[in-house]
């Protein structure tokens, strides 16, 4: 008797202490999760020491999907993650620019329950990290409202001559429809015209990032291109699929020295050459990379985007049947279709794929369209309709 009620006397005290540590540590969660509070501050701005920044970086990375891959030896990556440490690693390398990650990851819970933040957010200046916050996305009545608050709480403003870049890494963005684009929220849908008023919202005034790079599957098509050109200079995308294989930030680093003694468009165009460079190396499917000079385009777009946007209406059509019987193409390769402004303001750099029936296809428009897929249809697509609108629309 004695030896259990010494026993139970040493037990309690140790008992207590871990029930005592066991509620401490809940109601800190539940306060983390509540959706009432305040965005969670992580780790407190750098004291002083600061200098003028002269480039401005504004990176979001979608992780809230199918990003997982595998390299040539059977590796397992997170295209998201992969994503995230290059942009970290450009923030550290650029002493005169302030640099804006975004990392939007899934949703998960705490013992099955409690909702926890599923947003990252890392504000590195002067090449050093100066705040972290988790975030919530799912009170976002549109695509990046909170993104654009913590944007505008934390940025040194748009100075005359500074720089701006937006960056996106993701899967395609829808040209309709758009429901299920991030898994955790599949009611929520994102569509490229809701995307580009997103991008837009970080610009305070009527200004335009000087470029706006587009890591995604098929960002060249002229729907695409026109909605983003409303907060752009200059668009980097890949027309064809990327397959994960996300443009490279390493040109990024020392923006300082990259844009020494040469324009915008210029560093946008080294950028996507070296981009493209280093996809060529890395796979065997089709690689292209695209530059859109956006004030140069509308000559194209204005004479096209009619048509195009009639293709998309029997795209919506043809999707609710099967997406099996359509598929994107060089916007080149529909007959009737092919305009003298085409190529104006476009720089491509293409390399067919080493496989299949488009390895023999040597060049591209740098525009991306949709078609009936032969062998669903079983005949070749019919395009005559829309000639009559491209010589109403077009006008030389």
């Given at each position: 008797?004695?030896?259990?009620?010494?026993?139970?006397?040493?037990?309690?005290?140790y008992?207590?202490?871990?029930?005592?540590?066991?509620?401490?540590?809940?109601?800190?969660?539940?306060?983390?999760?509540?959706?009432?509070?305040?965005?969670?501050?992580?780790?407190?701005?750098?004291?002083?020491?600061?200098?003028?920044?002269?480039?401005?970086?504004?990176?979001?990375?979608?992780?809230?999907?199918?990003?997982?891959?595998?390299?040539?030896?059977?590796?397992?990556?997170?295209?998201?993650?992969v994503?995230?440490?290059?942009?970290?690693?450009?923030?550290?390398?650029?002493?005169?620019?302030?640099?804006?990650?975004?990392?939007?990851?899934?949703?998960?819970?705490?013992?099955?329950?409690?909702?926890?933040?599923?947003?990252?957010?890392?504000?590195?200046?002067?090449?050093?990290?100066?705040?972290?916050?988790?975030?919530?996305?799912?009170?976002?009545?549109?695509?990046?409202?909170?993104?654009?608050?913590?944007?505008?709480r934390?940025?040194?403003?748009?100075?005359?001559?500074?720089?701006?870049?937006?960056?996106?890494?993701?899967?395609?963005?829808?040209?309709?429809?758009?429901?299920?684009?991030?898994a955790?929220?599949?009611?929520?849908?994102?569509?490229?015209?809701?995307?580009?008023?997103?991008?837009?919202?970080?610009?305070?005034?009527?200004?335009?990032?000087?470029?706006?790079?587009?890591?995604?599957?098929?960002?060249?098509?002229?729907?695409?291109?026109?909605?983003?050109?409303?907060?752009?200079?200059?668009?980097?995308?890949?027309?064809?699929?990327?397959?994960l294989?996300?443009?490279?930030?390493?040109?990024l680093e020392?923006?300082?020295?990259?844009?020494?003694?040469?324009?915008?468009?210029?560093?946008?165009?080294?950028?996507a050459?070296?981009?493209?460079?280093?996809?060529?190396?890395?796979?065997?499917?089709?690689?292209?990379?695209?530059?859109?000079?956006?004030?140069?385009?509308?000559?194209?777009?204005?004479a096209?985007?009619?048509?195009?946007?009639?293709?998309?209406n029997?795209?919506?059509?043809?999707?609710?049947?099967?997406?099996?019987?359509?598929?994107?193409?060089?916007?080149?390769?529909?007959?009737?279709?092919?305009?003298?402004?085409?190529?104006?303001?476009?720089?491509?750099?293409?390399?067919?794929?080493?496989?299949?029936?488009?390895?023999?296809?040597?060049?591209?428009?740098?525009?991306?369209?949709?078609?009936?897929?032969?062998?669903?249809?079983?005949?070749?697509?019919?395009?005559?309709?829309?000639?009559?609108?491209?010589?109403?629309?077009?006008?030389?």
């Amino acid at each position: 008797m004695l030896n259990l009620q010494d026993g139970s006397v040493h037990a309690n005290p140790y008992r207590m202490l871990w029930v005592g540590v066991g509620c401490a540590t809940l109601t800190v969660l539940l306060c983390s999760c509540s959706a009432e509070l305040p965005v969670l501050r992580e780790a407190q701005q750098a004291d002083g020491g600061e200098q003028a920044t002269q480039y401005s970086i504004v990176c979001v990375i979608h992780g809230d999907g199918d990003y997982l891959y595998h390299d040539s030896s059977g590796n397992e990556y997170n295209a998201d993650e992969v994503a995230l440490a290059e942009a970290q690693r450009v923030a550290l390398r650029n002493p005169h620019a302030e640099v804006f990650i975004f990392h939007q990851r899934p949703r998960s819970h705490f013992l099955f329950f409690f909702p926890l933040r599923d947003g990252t957010f890392y504000y590195y200046r002067n090449g050093r990290p100066n705040a972290e916050e988790l975030y919530w996305r799912d009170q976002e009545q549109a695509p990046f409202d909170t993104e654009v608050g913590l944007y505008r709480r934390f940025s040194a403003g748009n100075q005359p001559g500074k720089v701006s870049l937006f960056l996106y890494f993701g899967h395609e963005i829808p040209e309709f429809d758009g429901a299920g684009y991030d898994a955790s929220y599949p009611d929520r849908p994102l569509t490229v015209q809701g995307f580009a008023r997103g991008v837009g919202g970080f610009r305070d005034d009527s200004s335009k990032f000087d470029i706006v790079v587009l890591s995604t599957c098929f960002g060249g098509t002229p729907y695409t291109i026109g909605a983003l050109g409303t907060a752009a200079r200059y668009i980097v995308a890949s027309p064809d699929n990327l397959h994960l294989s996300y443009l490279d930030l390493r040109s990024l680093e020392r923006m300082d020295l990259g844009f020494r003694d040469v324009d915008v468009h210029t560093f946008a165009r080294r950028y996507a050459r070296l981009a493209f460079d280093i996809l060529k190396g890395q796979i065997l499917t089709t690689v292209s990379v695209a530059v859109y000079d956006v004030d140069r385009v509308q000559k194209f777009l204005r004479a096209f985007l009619s048509v195009y946007e009639y293709t998309l209406n029997s795209v919506k059509s043809a999707r609710q049947a099967s997406m099996a019987a359509i598929e994107h193409c060089d916007c080149a390769d529909l007959p009737s279709v092919v305009l003298p402004a085409m190529s104006d303001g476009v720089d491509v750099f293409y390399r067919p794929p080493r496989f299949g029936r488009a390895k023999e296809k040597q060049h591209h428009s740098g525009w991306e369209c949709w078609r009936e897929r032969d062998p669903i249809i079983g005949r070749k697509p019919q395009f005559d309709e829309f000639k009559g609108a491209v010589e109403t629309f077009y006008r030389p």
